[in-house]
């Protein structure tokens, strides 16, 4: 799917119809081995790449569910879209995407 937007349209286009709320999340748990390389980073300061890549890749899960559910719903685009994270016990995290399925009006 092409066209996903965080706005409330799809610009150059109208939207016909509503289709609803669609969703998606990934939860991902920490792994020890990079709770250790983070202590370390931590004292010293700078990036963790390994959770920059952990949130970067439950960012990418999450999106591909929601865009998968608004494809079943016959949806050509996907507007209002947004993240959400949430720790959901000490050590895993879910990250939400969620937006509004519509179907666009042909050319």
């Not at 939860?27 to 890549?53: C, L, N, P, Q, S």
């Not at 050509?76 to 050590?91: K, N, W």
């Amino acid at each position: 799917m092409k066209h996903i937007y965080t706005c409330d349209l799809v610009p150059g286009k109208t939207i016909a119809e509503g289709l609803g709320m669609v969703r998606g999340s990934s939860v991902r748990a920490r792994h020890m081995g990079r709770d250790i390389g983070a202590f370390f980073k931590g004292i010293v300061g700078g990036e963790v790449d390994d959770y920059t890549k952990l949130l970067a890749e439950a960012r990418e899960q999450a999106l591909d569910r929601m865009v998968e559910e608004a494809k079943a719903l016959g949806a050509d685009a996907i507007v209002g879209m947004r993240f959400c994270g949430t720790e959901i016990q000490r050590g895993a995290a879910e990250m939400l995407a969620y937006g509004t399925a519509v179907r666009l009006e042909k050319d």
